[in-house]
């Protein structure tokens, strides 16, 4: 709620109330030392230990030029002037006391005033993650809430007093509390020493999933590339571990399904026939996915669901014959929080995961304004699309089958009417949401999509139905890569196909992060929630090269609608950057996976059997100078980009084999390939000779996280480094050097040729004196004093 002009004014009263009182004695006004900030250049250390400093006249000008939006915001930022006083001096020294003293102010005055809503708890410390602070205190002190960091405050004039006098001894990082709290905080992002330090700011709100994001926030989404940070601790352990969770602990949580975009004409009998309808389907291949759903337990204890009562099928059912919903709504929420359920319930890519997907979208087909008629039967598990992932075609493609041809290369805004946002079954879709989408061809991996457009189309069939536009995002089984490539955990690759859904494929909403900012955060709401699917992308798949590239600027991956908007997936930050866990190619992971994707063979240029066909020019036609290029038809033509990609993410470049056929060599020799040196093994295996000199009586153990952290470790695996020696400490002998005689005479030479030509122009050579020959009567001269005549 914006601040009243009555609140402004109550607001303003407890200010004077506080910069007003002083000490008994001397009659010293309190406040004097926390009017304004503390010189940054004198005290660098206390902009170290104090991530989010204010002061009291910095309240004052954001008051003044109503930049609250909530009278609670001033007051936390009031607080926060004497929190971070109390945090960064040490107890019992004056300006402690002080600001223990106008801390009690502030809450006694703010509570007199009913204008003003009531305080929230106040920690013992300033919200942070990275605070530092007396190692001495209580560690139970040392809890704060959710960080989110806002930006830093630019209206506190330079000071050369200081809010300090002893500083105190940093302490361990303070951890989290388990429960969100309505207080706006700032966190420093700290990154490696190789990547420039940045304040990334972000509000923390909780309570409100859809509510407006703070107008203080740096989000650093324009057009440059954020800076990378390097995993010198990628591999995650239970450090790591921990403080994924304590942050995720204390977010806000999602609070269910909202009051918009349901069923409206459903009867008591549709609904119990719908219900029936689904327990008795059989899909094409004799399945009955509703088994699925009735595997799961009727008690609803899965955590970070919007809800706890008891729900199951045949509860659902029950209640359809009773007549227990009062209305159409009620029954086909009910409907979407079991499915919900049975989403979080089994593990994504199996079959019963797969089975859920696939008979909630044919539920939301029995629901919709053009449902199927008996019997039903589909061979896309009634997905509107024909194709999905891996095995879709561009729509003006020439290559594979015309019903695969569904995707387009841009957003076509034609037969649409171009809105700000769709509603479908309570969730509410705008631009740059992402989805999971039905997937005609294994629901297990729904499509994931990001959102370029909604619409409402003006073709004569669909007329008046809505739809959204996407990108299609796909997963490590859709692509073709190498067997030595590597995949970070939850990855998906940006796409150039695009597709248009109509409202029935979406399944529920998700979050895709850039890696850039899924290593220092988490989405803040309502861009996602904990429970959530969220995945990392860190590369652009090109599938008809089948090669990967890594994405340096993400600002070209997103709608440009919101390149430039600072409430874009904002994030609440680490303590430290996280990095997800890597895990080889799926298909080498021994369990069976039918997938459009596979792994490409490293010894091979091309697969066997494998036809040429001409390529066209790009000019569109053959004509005069131009001459026909053959490729292969979507095989391993482009297998050196591909693994040139790979080498970037660590593995090494398979050199190209010599092809007997001259076309085919001219096409897929590149101009320059780079290649990357074998990396060398550190590992103790190999430090002690190979298992050729460990023999059959080796046995290895791996060192606990605890010991592993003190020593150099891999970047990519995490293992300790080893060595087959110490490191030989070695006298280097200087090289020779020139004597100070000499040296003094090259000085003394060139600062005469300096004088004697100092209005020479710089660059040209001194003039050479011309030699003139002697006469003979010095010529005979010279020759009698030689001959000591």
Same mark, same amino acid.
């Given at each position: 709620?914006?601040?009243?002009?009555?609140?402004?004014?109550?607001?303003?009263?407890?200010?004077?109330?506080?910069?007003?009182?002083?000490?008994?004695?001397?009659?010293?006004?309190?406040?004097?030392?926390?009017?304004?900030?503390?010189?940054?250049?004198?005290?660098?250390?206390?902009?170290?230990?104090?991530?989010?400093?204010?002061?009291?006249?910095?309240?004052?000008?954001?008051?003044?030029?109503? /930049?609250?939006?909530?009278?609670?915001?001033?007051?936390?930022?009031?607080?926060?002037?004497?929190?971070?006083?109390?945090?960064?001096?040490?107890?019992?020294?004056?300006?402690?006391?002080?600001?223990?003293?106008?801390?009690?102010?502030?809450?006694?005055?703010?509570?007199?005033?009913?204008?003003?809503?009531?305080?929230?708890?106040?920690?013992?410390?300033?919200?942070?993650?990275?605070?530092?602070?007396?190692?001495?205190?209580?560690? /139970?002190?040392?809890?704060?809430?959710? &960080?989110?960091?806002?930006?830093?405050?630019? $209206?506190?004039?330079?000071?050369?007093?200081?809010?300090?006098?002893?500083?105190?001894?940093? #302490? &361990?990082?303070?951890?989290?509390?388990? $429960?969100?709290?309505?207080?706006?905080?700032?966190?420093?992002?700290?990154?490696?020493?190789?990547?420039?330090?940045?304040?990334?700011?972000?509000?923390?709100?909780?309570?409100?999933?859809?509510?407006?994001?703070?107008?203080?926030?740096?989000?650093?989404?324009?057009?440059?590339?954020?800076?990378?940070?390097?995993?010198?601790?990628?591999?995650?352990?239970?450090?790591?571990?921990?403080?994924?969770?304590?942050?995720?602990?204390?977010?806000?949580?999602?609070?269910?399904?909202?009051?918009?975009?349901?069923?409206?004409?459903?009867?008591?009998?549709?609904?119990?026939?719908?219900?029936? $309808?689904?327990?008795?389907?059989?899909?094409?291949?004799?399945?009955?996915?509703?088994?699925?759903?009735?595997?799961?337990?009727?008690?609803?204890?899965?955590?970070?669901?919007?809800?706890?009562?008891?729900?199951?099928?045949?509860?659902?059912?029950?209640?359809?014959?009773?007549?227990?919903?009062?209305? &159409?709504?009620?029954?086909?929420?009910?409907?979407?929080?079991?499915?919900?359920?049975?989403?979080?319930?089994?593990?994504?890519?199996?079959?019963?995961?797969?089975?859920?997907?696939?008979?909630?979208?044919?539920?939301?087909?029995?629901?919709?304004?053009?449902?199927?008629?008996?019997?039903?039967?589909?061979?896309?598990?009634?997905?509107?699309?024909?194709?999905? *992932?891996?095995?879709?075609?561009?729509?003006?493609?020439?290559?594979? %089958?015309?019903?695969?041809?569904?995707?387009?290369?841009?957003?076509?805004?034609?037969?649409?009417?171009?809105?700000?946002?769709?509603?479908? /079954?309570?969730?509410?879709?705008?631009?740059? %949401?992402?989805?999971?989408?039905?997937? *005609?061809?294994?629901?297990?991996?729904?499509?994931?999509?990001?959102?370029?457009?909604?619409?409402?189309?003006?073709?004569?069939?669909?007329?008046?139905?809505?739809?959204?536009?996407?990108?299609?995002?796909?997963?490590?089984?859709?692509?073709?890569?190498?067997?030595?490539?590597?995949?970070?955990?939850?990855?998906?690759?940006?796409?150039?196909?695009?597709?248009?859904?109509?409202? !029935?494929?979406?399944?529920?909403?998700?979050?895709?992060?850039?890696?850039?900012?899924?290593?220092?955060?988490?989405?803040?709401?309502?861009?996602?929630?904990?429970?959530?699917?969220?995945?990392?992308?860190?590369?652009?798949?090109? %599938?008809?090269?089948?090669?990967?590239?890594?994405?340096?600027?993400?600002?070209?991956?997103?709608?440009?609608?919101?390149?430039?908007?600072?409430?874009?997936?904002?994030?609440?930050?680490?303590?430290?950057?996280?990095?997800?866990?890597?895990?080889?190619? &799926?298909?080498?992971?021994? =369990?069976?996976?039918?997938?459009?994707?596979?792994?490409? %063979?490293?010894?091979?240029?091309?697969?066997?059997?494998?036809?040429?066909?001409?390529?066209?020019? !790009?000019?569109?036609?053959?004509?005069?100078?131009?001459?026909?290029?053959?490729?292969?038809?979507?095989?391993?033509?482009?297998?050196?980009?591909? !693994?040139?990609?790979?080498?970037?993410?660590?593995?090494?470049?398979?050199?190209?084999?010599? #092809?007997?056929?001259?076309?085919?060599?001219?096409?897929?020799?590149?101009?320059?390939?780079?290649?990357?040196?074998?990396?060398?093994?550190?590992?103790?295996?190999?430090?002690?000779?190979?298992?050729?000199?460990?023999?059959?009586?080796?046995?290895?153990?791996?060192?606990?996280?605890?010991?592993?952290?003190?020593?150099?470790?891999?970047?990519?695996?995490?293992?300790?480094?080893?060595?087959?020696?110490?490191?030989?400490?070695?006298?280097? =002998?200087?090289?020779?050097?020139?004597?100070?005689?000499?040296?003094?005479?090259?000085?003394?030479?060139?600062?005469?040729?300096?004088?004697?030509?100092?209005?020479?122009?710089?660059?040209?050579?001194?003039?050479?004196?011309?030699?003139? #020959?002697?006469?003979?009567?010095?010529?005979?001269?010279?020759?009698?004093?030689?001959?000591?005549?």
């Amino acid at each position: 709620m914006p601040v009243s002009a009555a609140q402004k004014t109550a607001i303003e009263e407890v200010i004077r109330a506080i910069t007003s009182a002083s000490s008994r004695r001397a009659k010293r006004r309190l406040a004097d030392m926390f009017m304004d900030l503390v010189d940054r250049e004198s005290w660098p250390e206390y902009y170290e230990v104090i991530p989010q400093p204010r002061c009291i006249n910095g309240v004052k000008a954001n008051l003044a030029q109503n /930049k609250y939006k909530n009278p609670l915001d001033a007051f936390i930022d009031l607080n926060l002037v004497f929190l971070n006083a109390l945090h960064y001096n040490e107890d019992g020294s004056q300006i402690a006391k002080d600001a223990n003293t106008l801390k009690g102010i502030l809450e006694s005055e703010w509570r007199q005033r009913p204008l003003l809503p009531a305080p929230p708890m106040s920690p013992a410390k300033p919200p942070s993650a990275t605070q530092k602070g007396n190692a001495s205190k209580d560690q /139970k002190e040392r809890a704060a809430v959710v &960080p989110g960091p806002i930006k830093s405050q630019t $209206t506190a004039a330079s000071s050369s007093k200081s809010q300090s006098k002893a500083p105190a001894k940093p #302490s &361990p990082p303070i951890q989290l509390n388990s $429960t969100p709290a309505p207080l706006q905080t700032r966190v420093s992002q700290t990154q490696h020493s190789d990547v420039k330090k940045e304040k990334e700011t972000v509000t923390v709100k909780a309570g409100t999933p859809e509510g407006e994001p703070s107008q203080d926030m740096d989000v650093d989404i324009g057009g440059t590339p954020e800076p990378e940070v390097v995993a010198q601790d990628s591999a995650r352990d239970g450090e790591t571990e921990e403080i994924v969770r304590q942050l995720e602990k204390g977010l806000p949580r999602w609070e269910g399904f909202a009051d918009v975009g349901w069923t409206e004409d459903l009867t008591s009998d549709r609904m119990v026939e719908i219900v029936t $309808t689904l327990s008795k389907y059989r899909d094409e291949s004799g399945n009955r996915p509703a088994a699925s759903l009735e595997g799961i337990p009727e008690e609803t204890d899965i955590p970070d669901l919007s809800f706890t009562h008891a729900l199951s099928l045949r509860l659902v059912e029950s209640r359809s014959r009773m007549n227990y919903y009062e209305t &159409p709504q009620a029954f086909d929420k009910e409907m979407s929080q079991l499915f919900l359920k049975a989403r979080r319930w089994y593990d994504p890519g199996t079959e019963p995961y797969g089975n859920a997907l696939a008979l909630q979208r044919f539920y939301q087909a029995l629901t919709s304004s053009n449902p199927p008629t008996p019997p039903y039967s589909s061979t896309t598990s009634f997905a509107s699309l024909p194709a999905g *992932p891996g095995t879709a075609t561009p729509l003006h493609s020439v290559e594979g %089958d015309a019903a695969t041809r569904v995707t387009t290369f841009r957003v076509s805004e034609k037969d649409k009417r171009i809105v700000e946002e769709v509603h479908y /079954k309570g969730w509410s879709i705008r631009l740059a %949401d992402w989805l999971h989408l039905s997937n *005609p061809d294994d629901p297990s991996r729904p499509i994931i999509a990001h959102v370029f457009k909604c619409f409402v189309s003006e073709e004569s069939q669909r007329k008046g139905q809505p739809g959204v536009s996407v990108c299609w995002y796909y997963r490590p089984e859709q692509t073709w890569h190498p067997t030595d490539r590597q995949f970070w955990e939850n990855e998906v690759f940006k796409t150039g196909h695009f597709a248009d859904h109509p409202l !029935e494929d979406i399944i529920e909403k998700i979050a895709v992060q850039f890696t850039a900012r899924h290593v220092r955060g988490r989405p803040r709401p309502p861009f996602w929630y904990p429970g959530w699917p969220l995945y990392v992308c860190d590369s652009r798949y090109h %599938d008809r090269e089948r090669a990967f590239v890594k994405i340096k600027n993400w600002n070209s991956c997103i709608p440009e609608e919101v390149r430039k908007k600072e409430e874009f997936m904002q994030i609440y930050p680490f303590e430290r950057p996280v990095f997800p866990r890597r895990h080889p190619s &799926p298909f080498l992971s021994g =369990a069976k996976i039918v997938a459009p994707g596979g792994v490409l %063979d490293a010894n091979a240029n091309a697969a066997p059997g494998e036809k040429v066909e001409p390529e066209k020019p !790009e000019s569109g036609g053959a004509g005069p100078g131009t001459r026909t290029r053959t490729r292969p038809k979507r095989a391993t033509v482009q297998k050196a980009e591909a !693994e040139k990609a790979a080498a970037s993410r660590g593995v090494s470049a398979t050199p190209m084999q010599p #092809s007997t056929s001259l076309s085919y060599q001219q096409q897929t020799q590149p101009p320059y390939v780079q290649t990357y040196p074998p990396r060398e093994d550190r590992s103790i295996v190999a430090a002690a000779g190979g298992l050729a000199a460990l023999g059959s009586n080796a046995a290895m153990e791996e060192l606990p996280p605890e010991t592993a952290r003190h020593f150099d470790r891999d970047p990519e695996t995490n293992e300790v480094l080893w060595f087959a020696a110490p490191p030989v400490d070695i006298v280097h =002998a200087p090289p020779p050097r020139h004597s100070l005689k000499y040296l003094a005479h090259l000085a003394r030479k060139r600062k005469g040729q300096a004088g004697e030509h100092a209005m020479d122009v710089d660059g040209a050579p001194p003039p050479k004196r011309q030699k003139m #020959s002697m006469t003979v009567t010095e010529t005979l001269a010279a020759l009698l004093h030689e001959n000591g005549l």
